[in-house]
């Protein structure tokens, strides 16, 4: 079954860089795009921003645009996902999902289980 | 803000119809989305491209679209339904919009 993993928890100061992974299988992974959307802690979803998975090609979110950087490793079926000079309000808990970018929209299915990331000092 | 609004809360009693309502005036020009997430859990995708079913996911839940509001129906609402539902569609720079949520409670 189509299955995304993602890497385990993170705790950063403000200022820092934060990298998290997500390794999909059980569908060919250049097949569909891989999208990044995160939740702040009981609050609702934020897209932040997507690659396909063929080309390398990314789309980011206006306002985090110049802090985020998705790369993808297509040996290994992973996509990564970057953010730079982190913030407290970057706290949140960061999903990636296989998105299809079809027909020109971005959607998700399915998600991975989530990765927190916790900026404090 | 968010761009597409959902009311906050909805209640219903088990074997009820429950609707939960989206609109933006972006809808008439894209498609919805819809997600449910139980507490603790990563979304899973209920409905996509208005009104479709991924496979596995029940009949009891539909969507439907008229002009700028969208509904997500749940019919013979079960006590395992409960959780935060989210619409989600795109704006016309294309950029991905969320509805806030609405939590759903199984009386």
């Known amino acids: 079954q189509v299955q995304l993993v993602q890497s385990g928890a993170e705790v950063r100061k403000p200022g820092a860089s934060v990298k998290v992974s997500c390794q999909a299988s059980g569908y060919t992974f250049t097949s569909q795009g891989i999208s990044w959307v995160r939740q702040a802690p009981g609050e609702g979803f934020e897209w932040v921003g997507w690659?396909?998975?063929?080309?390398?090609?990314?789309d980011y979110a206006p306002h985090l645009q110049g802090r985020v950087i998705l790369t993808t490793d297509t040996s290994t079926n992973t996509v990564y996902l970057e953010l730079q000079s982190l913030r407290s309000d970057d706290t949140a808990v960061y999903y990636c999902?296989?998105?299809?970018?079809?027909?020109?929209?971005?959607?998700?299915?399915?998600w991975g289980q989530g990765t927190l990331v916790t900026v404090s000092s | 803000s968010y761009d597409l609004t959902q009311p906050p809360s909805v209640s219903v009693s088990p074997g009820q119809t429950a609707t939960i309502l989206c609109s933006g005036d972006?809808?008439?020009?894209?498609?919805v989305f819809w997600y449910q997430q139980k507490a603790g859990q990563a979304p899973i995708l209920l409905i996509y491209k208005d009104d479709e079913r991924p496979s596995g996911i029940p009949e009891r839940f539909s969507g439907s679209t008229s002009g700028t509001t969208v509904a997500l129906t749940i019919s013979g609402v079960q006590a395992e339904d409960e959780a935060d539902y989210y619409c989600q569609s795109a704006d016309t720079s294309g950029n991905v919009v969320f509805g806030g949520g609405t939590q759903l409670t199984v009386l």
């Open positions: 690659i396909s998975t063929a080309s390398g090609r990314t």
């Open positions: 972006v809808l008439p020009k894209q498609y």
């Open positions: 999902a296989r998105d299809p970018f079809d027909p020109g929209i971005n959607w998700f299915d399915p």
